[in-house]
């Protein structure tokens, strides 16, 4: 299996631009997870899905901020308008429950570093 | 709302030493406990996973211990080699969701 696979993996934008992460799990994984990354804030979970529904989306910091999982296979995360303080390295995380209530590790893709200039 | 700690920040020993990394959390009604490494500018790559039903759990050099009752983890790294220089990052797992610390950042001497 190729593992968790995320696009691009840089971006930059200027201030007020949409962008669209890409995230491809690991095949039959029904969990999925999206994080950001700062030096100041660490690992935030944003969001994160079970059989492509979204389960909890606390962690999202403003409505500029979307997600979907259209199918098992791929999900998006948007941002719309882009601004410079949502810069950092976005993960993408997949998988599988245990059947006893919890879920087994998480595998994480290479990440997108986004700068919004 | 859980809290995870992890100390020390930074850790510097030489090749050879055995490394001891602690993790605490606040709230012990965890499902699981997984140990990360993550190298400059990489992601996240998974050591050790230990379910709330385990006491430990043990992987080549690397051995992971957990007490629930006492809200703490430690990872064990025997025989410390250069190339095990990157930041360990603990994180709990509460309800499917993981919260991490904020790691270890660990540099190997040769």
């Known amino acids: 299996d190729a593992g968790v696979i995320q696009s691009p993996r840089h971006e930059v934008t200027e201030m007020g631009q949409e962008v669209t992460l890409r995230c491809k799990p690991i095949?039959?994984?029904?969990?999925l997870f999206w994080y950001r990354q700062t030096m100041m804030r660490g690992l935030e979970l944003l969001i994160y899905f079970n059989n492509n529904v979204p389960i909890d989306d606390s962690g999202m910091p403003e409505d500029r901020f979307s997600a979907k999982m259209p199918n098992a296979s791929f999900s998006t995360l948007k941002i719309q308008p882009s601004e410079p303080r949502d810069s950092a390295v976005y993960f993408c995380?997949?998988?599988?429950?245990?059947?006893?209530?919890?879920?087994?590790?998480?595998?994480f893709g290479p990440g997108t570093r986004l700068t919004v200039l | 709302k859980q809290e995870v700690t992890q100390i020390p920040a930074a850790l510097s020993v030489p090749e050879g030493e055995n490394l001891v990394l602690n993790c605490s959390f606040t709230?012990?009604?965890?499902?699981?406990l997984q140990w990360f490494r993550q190298d400059p500018g990489k992601g996240l790559t998974s050591l050790l996973l230990i379910q709330s039903s385990q006491r430990e759990q043990t992987s080549g050099r690397l051995n992971a211990s957990l007490d629930k009752s006492s809200g703490r983890s430690t990872l064990y790294i025997a025989a410390s080699q250069p190339g095990d220089s990157a930041t360990y990052l603990c994180?709990?797992?509460?309800?499917?969701?993981?919260?991490f610390g904020a790691g270890t950042t660990v540099t190997v001497r040769a």
């Open positions: 994180a709990v797992g509460n309800d499917y969701k993981l919260s």
């Open positions: 095949s039959g994984h029904d969990y």
């Open positions: 995380a997949s998988s599988s429950t245990t059947g006893r209530g919890s879920i087994n590790e998480q595998f």
């Open positions: 709230d012990s009604a965890i499902y699981n």
